[in-house]
C-alpha cells in the first residue's frame, strides 16, 4: 500500500457501473483507485502494471470473465480479488472462490458495506454476502454438495493450525480467532498462513469451504 492508501483496481463491463463504483471506493478514506478494466484480460494487464492491493471483480464480461481472471490474479499471487456481481447463483460463488478470490458480494451491497470489505480483504480477511454465506451453510448442512478428497496437508496440521482451520470453517475473523484461541491477532496471522500454505490454498475462504467438507468445526 502506497502512503498507508489501499490499492484498488475495478473492473467491470459496464461504464456506468464502474464509474459509480470508482466514484464510492474514490471518495472513501484510506482507498486509492488506481485504474479500472472493461474485462478480464484487461484487468490481469493491469493488475500487473499498477500492482494493487485488491481487484474489485466483475464475474461476467466479455472475452476473459472474471472466474478466469481471478484465478490468474490469485495463483501469481498478484492481489487480492474481491468479486462484485448481480448474481449470487452458486455455480458463481463457487467458481470464485475455488479460484480464490477473498470474497464474494452483490452489487446491490451498500456503499458504506462495500468499503468495508475491500478494506477488510487488503487486511487478509474474507468477506461473502450474508445471502451468500447463508446458501453455502444450507448447501453444506443438507449434504448437497460434492465431497472432495481431503488434501493431503489436512494430516500436516498441527494441533492449533487444525483450531485455526475450524476457526476459518466458522467464519471468525482474525480477531475473533484470536480471542477464541487466547493469542494474538499477529500469531493469528502466523498460523493462517501456514494453514494456507500446507493445504495449499489460494485464501481464507477456501481454508473455510475446505474446512466444511471435511468436518474439522468448532466445538462447543
Known amino acids: 500500500m502506497s502512503d498507508g492508501n489501499i490499492r484498488v483496481l475495478v473492473a467491470d463491463d459496464h461504464g456506468a457501473i464502474r464509474a459509480g ?68 447463483l452458486d455455480e458463481y460463488v463457487h467458481a470464485a472462490l475455488r479460484a480464490g478470490a477473498a470474497g464474494f458480494l452483490l452489487k446491490s451491497v451498500e456503499a458504506s458495506r462495500l468499503i468495508e470489505a475491500v478494506k477488510l480483504v487488503a487486511a487478509g480477511e474474507g468477506v461473502l454476502a450474508p445471502q451468500v454465506t447463508r446458501k453455502l451453510i444450507a448447501a453444506f448442512a443438507a449434504g448437497t454438495r460434492e465431497p472432495s478428497v481431503a488434501p493431503a496437508g489436512l494430516e500436516d496440521l498441527t494441533e492449533r493450525e487444525r483450531e485455526v482451520l475450524a476457526c476459518l470453517g466458522g467464519g471468525l475473523s482474525n480477531a475473533q480467532i484470536g480471542t477464541r484461541l487466547h493469542i494474538g491477532e499477529t500469531t493469528v496471522k502466523t498460523h493462517v498462513s501456514r494453514v494456507l500454505t500446507k493445504l495449499g490454498l489460494r485464501s481464507r475462504v477456501q481454508a473455510a469451504i475446505l474446512a466444511q467438507e471435511n468436518g474439522v468445526v468448532l466445538e462447543g
Request: charged share 25%; proline share 3%.
Open 21 to 88: 463504483l470508482m466514484m464510492i471506493l474514490g471518495n472513501a478514506e484510506g482507498i486509492e483507485v488506481v485504474g479500472e478494466a472493461a474485462d478480464g484480460a484487461i484487468a490481469v494487464r493491469q493488475a500487473k502494471a499498477l500492482k494493487p492491493d485488491v481487484v474489485l471483480m466483475d464475474v461476467r464480461m466479455p472475452g476473459v470473465d472474471g472466474i478466469a481472471a481471478t484465478r490468474e490474479l490469485t495463483a501469481e499471487g498478484l492481489c487480492e480479488v474481491l468479486v462484485l456481481t448481480t448474481f449470487d
